[in-house]
């Protein structure tokens, strides 16, 4: 009977390990797991905060949750299957408080009509992936403005994992300071840091996991850890007006670039990019990524991405769409046992995030810093992400700088007409809408 077992759990892993490739890309199923359940405890936030969110524009907190739930998994394991790659899919944080809070909040457009337009700006990705066009601006950007852009990206997570264990917190008159380092809530955050760069020194692959749930944890005798035991009516037809174009416009370059520089940032990270800035299946990611951003605003929920957050999962050993599959199986569940996912307080999840950060940063040591018509563009790039609190607009003043460089030390010709339209269009967005 024992043998009976190990031959089927055996028989399993050989199906998954031809299926994703694991010997190819040096992991195993073991490892694969671990990375997405470091990845799912990570993101897994959004649940919560989504519905938070679209519920201040007047949506059904419960059905953002469901819809949150269903796209995200979905989302993730068609991202795993088609792609095979450790990239994790949800609807995306900045975009939905953009939805809520100025689209719907301060211009006074019902939440229908603001999801179609959503919708639209999704379909208008969708296109510039089925003409290659985006695959084209993603081959074409130069080797120091994606450097920056992985940097950058791991500078803006670093941030956001400081925020959220209390390291910084916000003032009116320094825009940020030291936070309270005697509050519990703090004094844990670090706790779950040092734990990640311990073990990750010792090399012991399941840091981040370790981390996550002894913090979690502790978080029980402080009283932070609770036990607690649909589609949208989306108007397609209103937000196709001359005066939502700018919107849609918007939604679409925003969530064009906040996607495609994560996938550019964790593939990268994965060590999944080639010499020409390239990564594998990079064509069907893209597909995936733009499909589910019009799925997910069809059925009531914010656009679509890929999350950041993939890169803790990734810090771990994944390597695979195996790692993407058990985040999406982890986020269908969360519908049914929702109540044991809120036991992990934000604290818990800041260590990974700052863990994150240090190893993607360390991209910065490719940059050519003696060509400053190189390394200010990546500087720009990098340092501009976390100070405006966007990966878009970090990006944005990225390509213009490397553009303004290049043409002002004569240098023009080693513009691509990627880079000028991408900075073009940037400028554009600029003028009309911000």
């Known amino acids: 009977m024992n043998n009976d077992n190990t031959d089927y759990v055996s028989n399993e892993s050989g199906t998954l390990s031809r299926l994703f490739k694991l010997p190819q890309h040096g992991t195993t199923v073991r490892t694969e797991l671990i990375a997405g359940m470091t990845t799912f405890l990570t993101m897994v936030y959004i649940v919560f905060v989504n519905p ?33 790659l ?33 919708f639209w700006g999704a379909v208008g990705l969708f296109l510039l992936t089925l ?29 956001m994992g400081l925020k959220n264990t209390g390291v910084i917190v916000a003032n009116k008159d320094t825009l940020v300071m030291i936070g309270d380092l005697s509050s519990h809530g703090v004094l844990l955050g670090i706790l779950g840091f040092f ?60 969530n064009l670039f906040d996607s495609s520089g994560t996938l550019i940032g964790v593939t990268d990270k994965a060590g999944l990019i080639d010499g020409n800035g390239k990564f594998p299946n990079m064509n069907k990611a893209l597909y995936v990524d733009s499909v589910s951003s019009v799925a997910g605003a069809f059925i009531g929920t914010s656009s679509v991405t890929a999350y ?41 999840t800041a260590g990974a995030l700052i863990f994150v950060g240090v190893l993607m940063t360390s991209s910065l040591a490719r940059v050519n810093w003696d060509d400053f018509t190189e390394s200010v563009p990546a500087f720009i790039t990098t340092v501009m992400m976390p100070f405006t609190f966007s990966i878009t607009e970090g990006i944005a003043l ?37």
């Open 52 to 84: 938070q969110i679209l519920g201040a524009a007047q949506m059904d907190p419960k059905v953002v949750f469901v819809t949150t739930c269903l796209i995200a998994g979905i989302g993730s394991i068609a991202m795993g299957i088609f792609a095979n």
């Open 86 to 118: 450790p990239v994790a899919l949800a609807p995306a944080m900045g975009l939905n408080a953009f939805f809520a809070f100025v689209v719907v909040g301060a211009m006074g457009i019902s939440w229908q009509t603001g999801m179609g337009a959503i």
């Open 131 to 159: 003409f290659r066009i985006r695959y084209w601006m993603i081959s074409n950007i130069p080797l120091s403005l994606r450097i920056g852009i992985t940097s950058g990206i791991g500078l803006f997570i670093a941030l």
């Open 195 to 254: 734990i990640i760069t311990v073990l990750s020194s010792r090399h012991f692959h399941a840091a981040v996991l370790v981390s996550i749930v002894v913090t979690s944890c502790c978080g029980l005798f402080f009283g932070d850890v609770h036990f607690s035991g649909v589609i949208g009516e989306v108007d397609l037809s209103g937000a196709l007006t001359l005066e939502l174009a700018g919107i849609i416009f918007s939604f679409m370059l925003i």
């Open 308 to 348: 950041i957050e993939s890169t803790s999962g990734v810090a771990v050993g994944g390597r695979t769409g195996l790692t993407a599959v058990v985040v999406g199986v982890m986020f269908l569940l969360v519908m049914f046992f929702s109540p044991l996912v809120a036991i992990v307080p934000p604290y818990a």
């Open 398 to 434: 990225g390509f213009m700088s490397y553009c303004i460089m290049k043409v002002c030390t004569g240098r023009w010709r080693d513009l691509n007409l990627c880079v000028v339209v991408v900075a073009a269009l940037f400028a554009l967005k600029i003028i009309l809408v911000d």
